[in-house]
C-alpha cells in the first residue's frame, strides 16, 4: 500500500509517498480502507522529530481517517460489517491506503456525508468534545474562550460550546478567519495580533470575564489569559504553539482567582480511555451532523490536497493558511504511482 513517510525529520521537503507493508488487523481490531485522512499540528511536529508516536503505534502519519471496513481481526464483536462506511480516531497510521483500528474508536459516518466532510471530524472534534466536557466540565450559560478560533478544534468547539448552550468567544489571527468564526455563531472575536483580547473580553463580559479558556498557544497569551479568566476559571492547555516558557508571576495571579490549569493531550490516552470519549461522542454528538438534527453540527473543510502532495499540505497548515480542516485524499488501492 501507499502511505505518506518521511525518512529523517526536517521540513516538508522531506515527505514523500512511500510503498509500505499492509497491516494485518489484530485481536479486536478493524483494517479499515481509507478514503480520506486530515492534517493535524502533531502531524508536523512528528515530521520535525518533536512529537513521536506512543509505544506500540504506527510511525505513518495520521491521527484520522474516513473509508470502510474492509477486514475484521479475531475476537471482533459484530458491531461493524465489511463495507460499512466508518470515520477512525488514531494514534497514527491514517495518511496510507489501509490502517487497523481497535473497533471501539470506529464511529459510523453520517448518513448524506462525503468520506473528504467525515475526515475533518474525529480528531478536531473528539479534542474539542474531550476538553469542554471531560476535563472543562462546562455548563449551560458559561463564557469560553477558544483561542485558534478558525482551526479544526477551534471551528469544532464553536459548535459545541453553542450545544452546550454555553457562550462561544475566540481569537484569530485574520479578519477573514474571525468572519469565518461569525459565521460558525461566536458571541464575540477578537484579533490577538492587534487587540489586546484580554481587555477586549473583560468588556464584551461587563468584567466578569470567561470560566474556560480552550489554549493551544500558550507562553506568548498567559497574561491576557489571566486577565479574562473568571474568579473559580478553568484554564485548560493542549498545545503550545508559542512554547512554554513563562515569565511572570504567573501562579500568584492565578490563586488569586482562585483558578486552575488543567493540561491536555489526546493522542498519549489509553485505548480505554479513548473507547470512553468515542461512546459519549457518538452518543450525544454523532447524531447532530444528520440532515434532520437541530442543532444541525459541519465539519468545515478548508482544502482537500491528494496523498502525493502531502508535502503542499504540510506547508499550508504551517504558514496558517487554512479555516477548518486540511483534508488528505487517499489514492484509490491498488493504483501506482500519483493519481492522475
Given at each position: 500500500?501507499?502511505?505518506?513517510?518521511?525518512?529523517c525529520?526536517?521540513?516538508?521537503?522531506?515527505?514523500?509517498?512511500?510503498?509500505?507493508m499492509?497491516?494485518?488487523?489484530?485481536?479486536?481490531?478493524?483494517l479499515?480502507k481509507?478514503?480520506?485522512?486530515?492534517?493535524?499540528?502533531?502531524?508536523?511536529?512528528?515530521?520535525?522529530?518533536?512529537?513521536?508516536p506512543?509505544?506500540?503505534?504506527?510511525?505513518i502519519?495520521?491521527?484520522?481517517?474516513?473509508?470502510?471496513?474492509?477486514?475484521?481481526?479475531?475476537?471482533?464483536?459484530?458491531?461493524?460489517?465489511?463495507?460499512?462506511?466508518?470515520?477512525?480516531?488514531l494514534?497514527?497510521?491514517g495518511?496510507?491506503?489501509?490502517?487497523?483500528?481497535p473497533?471501539?474508536?470506529?464511529?459510523?459516518?453520517?448518513?448524506?456525508?462525503?468520506?473528504?466532510?467525515?475526515?475533518?471530524?474525529?480528531?478536531?472534534?473528539?479534542?474539542?468534545?474531550?476538553?469542554?466536557?471531560?476535563?472543562?466540565?462546562?455548563?449551560?450559560?458559561?463564557?469560553?474562550?477558544?483561542?485558534?478560533?478558525?482551526?479544526?478544534?477551534?471551528?469544532a468547539?464553536?459548535?459545541?460550546?453553542?450545544?452546550?448552550?454555553?457562550?462561544?468567544?475566540?481569537?484569530?489571527?485574520?479578519?477573514?478567519?474571525?468572519?469565518?468564526?461569525?459565521?460558525?455563531?461566536?458571541?464575540?472575536?477578537?484579533?490577538?495580533?492587534?487587540?489586546?483580547?484580554?481587555?477586549?473580553?473583560?468588556?464584551?463580559?461587563?468584567?466578569?470575564?470567561?470560566d474556560?479558556?480552550?489554549?493551544?498557544?500558550?507562553?506568548?497569551?498567559?497574561?491576557?489569559?489571566?486577565?479574562?479568566?473568571?474568579?473559580?476559571?478553568?484554564?485548560?492547555i493542549?498545545?503550545?504553539?508559542?512554547?512554554?516558557?513563562?515569565?511572570?508571576?504567573?501562579?500568584?495571579?492565578?490563586?488569586?482567582?482562585?483558578?486552575?490549569?488543567?493540561?491536555?493531550?489526546?493522542?498519549?490516552?489509553?485505548?480505554e480511555?479513548?473507547?470512553?470519549?468515542?461512546?459519549?461522542f457518538?452518543e450525544?454528538?454523532?447524531?447532530?451532523?444528520?440532515?434532520e438534527?437541530?442543532?444541525?453540527?459541519?465539519?468545515l473543510?478548508?482544502?482537500v490536497?491528494?496523498?502525493?502532495?502531502?508535502?503542499?499540505?504540510?506547508?499550508?497548515?504551517?504558514?496558517?493558511r487554512?479555516?477548518?480542516?486540511?483534508?488528505?485524499?487517499i489514492?484509490?488501492c491498488?493504483k501506482?504511482?500519483?493519481?492522475q
Amino acid at each position: 500500500m501507499f502511505a505518506a513517510y518521511f525518512d529523517c525529520p526536517g521540513g516538508p521537503e522531506n515527505l514523500y509517498m512511500k510503498e509500505v507493508m499492509k497491516p494485518n488487523p489484530g485481536e479486536g481490531e478493524v483494517l479499515m480502507k481509507v478514503s480520506a485522512s486530515a492534517l493535524n499540528r502533531a502531524d508536523l511536529l512528528q515530521r520535525r522529530g518533536k512529537y513521536p508516536p506512543p509505544k506500540g503505534a504506527s510511525d505513518i502519519l495520521g491521527l484520522e481517517a474516513a473509508g470502510s471496513v474492509a477486514g475484521l481481526g479475531p475476537g471482533c464483536s459484530g458491531r461493524w460489517r465489511i463495507g460499512d462506511a466508518v470515520m477512525a480516531l488514531l494514534p497514527g497510521g491514517g495518511q496510507a491506503q489501509f490502517v487497523t483500528v481497535p473497533e471501539g474508536l470506529l464511529m459510523p459516518i453520517p448518513k448524506d456525508m462525503t468520506f473528504i466532510q467525515a475526515a475533518a471530524i474525529p480528531e478536531a472534534w473528539l479534542t474539542a468534545f474531550q476538553l469542554l466536557h471531560f476535563v472543562g466540565k462546562v455548563q449551560e450559560g458559561e463564557r469560553v474562550l477558544i483561542h485558534a478560533g478558525a482551526s479544526g478544534v477551534g471551528m469544532a468547539a464553536i459548535q459545541l460550546v453553542r450545544l452546550a448552550k454555553a457562550i462561544p468567544i475566540v481569537t484569530a489571527g485574520t479578519q477573514e478567519k474571525l468572519e469565518a468564526t461569525a459565521n460558525a455563531g461566536v458571541a464575540a472575536g477578537f484579533n490577538y495580533k492587534n487587540e489586546d483580547f484580554g481587555e477586549k473580553v473583560l468588556e464584551f463580559t461587563q468584567g466578569s470575564g470567561v470560566d474556560i479558556i480552550l489554549d493551544c498557544v500558550g507562553a506568548s497569551h498567559w497574561e491576557k489569559n489571566l486577565n479574562c479568566l473568571s474568579t473559580d476559571g478553568r484554564w485548560i492547555i493542549y498545545g503550545l504553539l508559542s512554547g512554554g516558557e513563562v515569565h511572570g508571576d504567573l501562579l500568584a495571579r492565578l490563586i488569586s482567582k482562585r483558578a486552575s490549569i488543567h493540561t491536555s493531550l489526546l493522542r498519549s490516552r489509553d485505548k480505554e480511555y479513548k473507547e470512553r470519549l468515542v461512546r459519549a461522542f457518538t452518543e450525544e454528538v454523532l447524531p447532530h451532523f444528520s440532515g434532520e438534527a437541530s442543532p444541525r453540527l459541519q465539519p468545515l473543510v478548508d482544502s482537500v490536497y491528494p496523498l502525493h502532495a502531502i508535502a503542499e499540505a504540510h506547508r499550508a497548515m504551517e504558514e496558517n493558511r487554512n479555516i477548518g480542516k486540511v483534508v488528505i485524499e487517499i489514492p484509490v488501492c491498488g493504483k501506482k504511482g500519483p493519481p492522475q
